[in-house]
Structures are given as structure tokens and as C-alpha cells.
Antibody
Framework: QVQLQQWGAGLLKPSETLSLTCGVY????????WTWIRQSPEKGLEWIGE???????NYNPSLKSRVTISVDTSKNQFSLKLTSVTATDTAMYYC?????????????WGQGTLVTVSS | IQLTQSPSSLSASVGDRVTITCRAS??????LVWYQQKPGKAPKLLIY???ALQTGVPSRFSGSGSGTDFTLTISSLQPEDFATYYC?????????FGQGTKVEIQ
């Protein structure tokens, strides 16, 4: 059974860097894209970006200048960094597995981390 | 690609047949996914490839459509189905979601 468990700081000040990590337990780490999604009342569900086990990334153009997603295959973990946060980055952040091999879907999700940006 | 769901919310009773629509701003073949989300939880995969039922999802859920118009149908609403439903397109980057349809108890 695949499980995704995420962690990271939940309270940030404006201009700080958001940093979250997602650990993947069970199943294969290769053969998938590992994604970050956020959800807020204002913007709904928003795809942030993804990475595969080789380190190949894709980012949402709306966030690309501030986002870095990295992978540590030795630990089956991937991480999100979002720089220069503002109040508009306040959201629930999720990690998820993207099966892009045959069918396309996000089938396993982390539990979510609420990130609040406030001075 | 913009996805527009309708309605934004609906009230229904246990046993009702419920239909939610999702319209894409351009053709997305059948790369359309439906998720269910309950308060405080991550979205749960229901249907992929527009009409394929994810393993373990009850057969009262079904999906249809291709191109730009898609539907999610719950044939007989159960108490555990009261939730918010989202469509998502994975035809082209960036993946995008609909704004959600909240299904409430009448």
C-alpha cells in the first residue's frame, strides 16, 4: 500500500521561503511523476509542479519563477520550495503521485499541510 | 485549459440521481479525471479517462464524455457521497481543476 506523508513549516512571514517535503512509503518510486498541488478558497485547486525520479521537472508557469522541486531517491522523498511568499500563498498544500504511464491520474495524496503566510 | 463545472452546488436527497457537468475551454480528448473531497481530507480519485472507475469506487459512480463536455453521475446518492466533486484535465500542461461542485443534503 502506497502512503505519502508530508511535513514542513506551517507559519511563514512574507518574503520567507516555503519548504515542504513528502515521503513515499510502499510501491515503486520510479515510473511516476511526484507532484505538488495547493488549495485555497480563492484559487481552488492549483497544480504547482512535478518531478520524476530522474529529476525531470515541470512547473506551473504562474509560479515557475519562485518554485523549485527536488528529489532524493535514496530516501524516496521529494521537496517543494517556494520563495518570496505573500499572503496569497496561504493554502493547504498537498503532495500526490501522478501516474502518467498509461492512464493519467493523481491516485495517492498526502494528508495536506496548511501553510499560513502572515506578518 | 479552463474547466467549468456546473452546478457550483446542489441539494439532493439520499437515493436521488445526481449529475455534475464539466466543460473544458478546448478539447482534452478523454484526459478527464473526477475526484471527491470531504472536509479536512485530500481529494480521492473516483474516475479517470473520463469513464474508467478507479478500483474500489462503488459502481453507482459513472463518468462519460470526450472532447469538451463531460459528466459525473451518481445513480443513487448515499449518505457518504455528500462531498465536493472536482474535475481535472491532464491533456496538457499545466493540469487544471474545475472549481468544484458541492453536493449537500436536502
Amino acid at each position: 500500500q502506497v502512503q505519502l506523508q508530508q511535513w514542513g513549516a506551517g507559519l511563514l512571514k512574507p518574503s520567507e521561503t516555503l519548504s515542504l517535503t513528502c515521503g513515499v512509503y510502499g510501491g515503486s518510486f520510479s515510473g511516476y511523476y511526484w507532484t505538488w498541488i495547493r488549495q485555497s478558497p480563492e484559487k481552488g485547486l492549483e497544480w504547482i509542479g512535478e518531478i520524476n525520479h530522474r529529476g525531470s521537472t515541470n512547473y506551473n508557469p504562474s509560479l515557475k519563477s519562485r518554485v523549485t522541486i527536488s528529489v532524493d531517491t535514496s530516501k524516496n522523498q521529494f521537496s517543494l520550495k517556494l520563495t518570496s511568499v505573500t499572503a496569497t500563498d496561504t493554502a493547504m498544500y498537498y503532495c500526490a503521485r501522478y501516474d502518467s504511464s498509461n492512464q493519467h491520474f493523481f491516485d495517492y495524496w498526502g494528508q495536506g499541510t496548511l501553510v499560513t503566510v502572515s506578518s | 485549459i479552463q474547466l467549468t463545472q456546473s452546478p457550483s452546488s446542489l441539494s439532493a436527497s439520499v437515493g436521488d440521481r445526481v449529475t455534475i457537468t464539466c466543460r473544458a475551454s478546448q478539447g482534452i480528448n478523454i484526459y478527464l479525471v473526477w475526484y471527491q473531497q470531504k472536509p479536512g481530507k485530500a481529494p480521492k480519485l473516483l474516475i479517470y479517462a473520463a469513464s474508467a472507475l478507479q478500483t474500489g469506487v462503488p459502481s453507482r459512480f459513472s463518468g462519460s464524455g470526450s472532447g469538451t463536455d463531460f459528466t459525473l453521475t451518481i445513480s443513487s446518492l448515499q449518505p457518504e457521497d455528500f462531498a465536493t466533486y472536482y474535475c481535472q484535465q491532464l491533456n496538457s500542461y499545466p493540469p487544471t481543476f474545475g472549481q468544484g461542485t458541492k453536493v449537500e443534503i436536502q
